[in-house]
């Protein structure tokens, strides 16, 4: 009998090389993570005793004390309130924006689409000091709003330079159609032009979502002064530095666990939405 011919080519050596360089890049992502977790149910004995062994019980406790104690529930429902609303107004403003940008031609358009494309080359911790002086001077400091507006500025540059390329690969035929059939401009936009952007716009939401989760400066800076209303970055820190003092090492990793689990559940979910949308934007 014969072989069975596949229309797959050899792998070869740089294919091969690659494959071997991508399984320890997932080794030293996944390892990690996998340790944090397990030493989440451990004790303090076990976790400086013999830190690669399996935990000896299923311990929930540091669970537990990291939901109450240190406070995670209360800097979750902080974080989720924050970045849920920083995410829709960065998608509405920066969907509007970039379509805007991408789709109409004015005077000085090109300038300003080069002013937020400017603004991904602008490191944020050099802004920390006046943006301070800002926020207090308006009455936003030690505010969730304040946060939210931030974080909106924050994430358009990225927002709109994404959406902007993703927008000009969209047919003008659909548009001027719709134009003919006496459709304005905005509902063009809403109930034409968004749907057919819909992986775009999946994938920089997920973008904005993570991003917005884990920022550290920004809360640090902003909330520093409400510890009711810190975030998780902020919480998980405050943690950090209490267990050294404490010696409850399981109850930060109980704490990191608890706030690296959504960010797992939301990119396993939405994985095939992220490489649709970049995928799609880089073939058109």
Do not use: C
Not at 97 to 117: D, E, H, K, M, T
Not at 220 to 226: I, M, N, P, W, Y
Not at 235 to 261: M, N, Q
């Amino acid at each position: 009998m014969g072989t069975r011919k596949t229309d797959r080519p050899p792998l070869g050596v740089l294919g091969g090389l690659s494959h071997v360089a991508l399984a320890v890049w997932a080794l030293l992502i996944v390892a990690p993570l996998l340790w944090t977790f397990l030493a989440s149910f451990k004790s303090n004995t076990e976790i400086f005793g013999d830190p690669l062994r399996l935990p000896g019980a299923l311990r929930l406790d540091a669970w537990g004390r990291a939901w109450d104690t240190a406070h995670i529930g209360l800097y979750m429902l902080n974080t989720v309130v924050v970045v849920v609303l920083g995410t829709a107004g960065t998608m509405v403003f920066g969907s509007m924006a970039a379509y805007v940008l991408a789709r109409y031609r004015f005077a000085g358009s090109r300038l300003l689409y080069y002013y937020f494309v400017a603004g991904l080359a602008f490191p944020v911790f050099l802004a920390l000091g006046p943006l301070f002086f800002v926020v207090k001077q308006v009455g936003l400091l030690n505010s969730h709003v304040g946060l939210v507006l931030v974080y909106i500025a924050y994430s358009l540059p990225f927002t709109v330079f994404f959406l902007a390329a993703f927008f000009r690969t969209l047919p003008e035929a659909v548009a001027e159609a719709a134009r003919i059939d006496g459709a304005s401009h905005t509902r063009t936009f809403l109930q034409i032009m968004v749907p057919m952007a819909r992986p775009g716009l999946i994938s920089i939401t997920i973008f904005n979502v993570l991003g917005q989760w884990n920022q550290y400066l920004l809360p640090l800076v902003l909330l520093a002064g409400a510890p009711d209303k810190w975030v998780l970055t902020q919480g998980i820190a405050r943690i950090s530095t209490l267990a050294g003092y404490e010696a409850d090492w399981p109850g930060l990793f109980a704490a990191l666990s608890i706030t690296i689990l959504p960010v797992m559940i939301v990119y396993i979910v939405f994985q095939r939405q992220i490489q649709s949308g970049l995928g799609a934007g880089a073939l058109k």
